[in-house]
T-cell receptor
Framework: GAGVSQTPSNKVTEKGKYVELRCDPI?????LYWYRQSLGQGPEFLIYFQGTGAADDSGLPNDRFFAVRPEGSVSTLKIQRTERGDSAVYLCASSLRTSDEQFFGPGTRLTVL | SQQGEEDPQALSIQEGENATMNCSYK?????LQWYRQNSGRGLVHLILIRSNEREKHSGRLRVTLDTSKKSSSLLITASRAADTASYFC????????????FGGGTRVLVKP
């Protein structure tokens, strides 16, 4: 089937606005992960879901960031009151089970002006 | 902080040559995964090697893992211009749940 998909591919917003980024994992994958990658660096972990619940949200930088996965499939990463420092590529990955290969989507490039 | 550190940070080789990059990490792992990334977008999964494995092959790729030295290497044999990309190692650390911790990557340029 299809790989991990993410929408939108690019998002430009103004400082202070609210944004939602969507991730559609590979069908049947129970684990879903969000990462953030700044230019020239490796991805950094944000949050991980096992099924519908957030199993580890230790990477979320502050309470402006929140993610949900209400039905155990699609996930939405929500960022309130965006700041210029939030500009990055936001990557989503899924795996069949934990500690299996993680397959990444193409990412959403977020630019906060 | 990043668990894995790749070495070198950048590598430039001629087509047909082999490319070797190394990854060091700090804590005990469940597995280590290597990824390729073109143009700063999606990561392509290359190989997963588990902590009880020492070597894996996939096509022109060979990955080794030395848990006593907490290091891994990725060898690309007979490189092609299409192998030009950034390569990242990522560790699934036992103490860190199931998230991956990435290094800063090795930027490989294969000249035709």
């Amino acid at each position: 089937g299809a790989g991990v998909s993410q929408t939108p591919s690019n998002k430009v917003t103004e400082k202070g606005k609210y944004v939602e980024l969507r991730c559609d994992p590979i069908s049947g994958h129970t684990a879903l992960y969000w990462y953030r990658q700044s230019l020239g660096q490796g991805p950094e972990f944000l949050i991980y879901f096992q099924g519908t619940g957030a199993a580890d949200d230790s990477g979320l930088p502050n309470d402006r960031f929140f993610a949900v996965r209400p039905e155990g499939s699609v996930s939405t990463l929500k960022i309130q009151r965006t700041e210029r420092g939030d500009s990055a590529v936001y990557l989503c990955a899924s795996s069949l089970r934990t500690s299996d290969e993680q397959f990444f989507g193409p990412g959403t490039r977020l630019t906060v002006l | 902080s990043q668990q894995g550190e790749e070495d070198p940070q950048a590598l430039s080789i001629q087509e047909g040559e082999n490319a070797t990059m190394n990854c060091s990490y700090k804590t005990s792992i469940n597995n280590l995964q290597w990824y390729r990334q073109n143009s700063g977008r999606g990561l392509v999964h290359l190989i997963l090697i588990r902590s009880n494995e020492r070597e894996k092959h996939s096509g022109r790729l060979r990955v080794t893992l030395d848990t006593s030295k907490k290091s891994s290497s990725l060898l690309i044999t007979a490189s092609r211009a299409a192998d030009t990309a950034s390569y990242f190692c990522a560790t699934d650390a036992k103490a860190a749940g199931n998230k991956l911790t990435f290094g800063g990557g090795t930027r490989v340029l294969v000249k035709p």
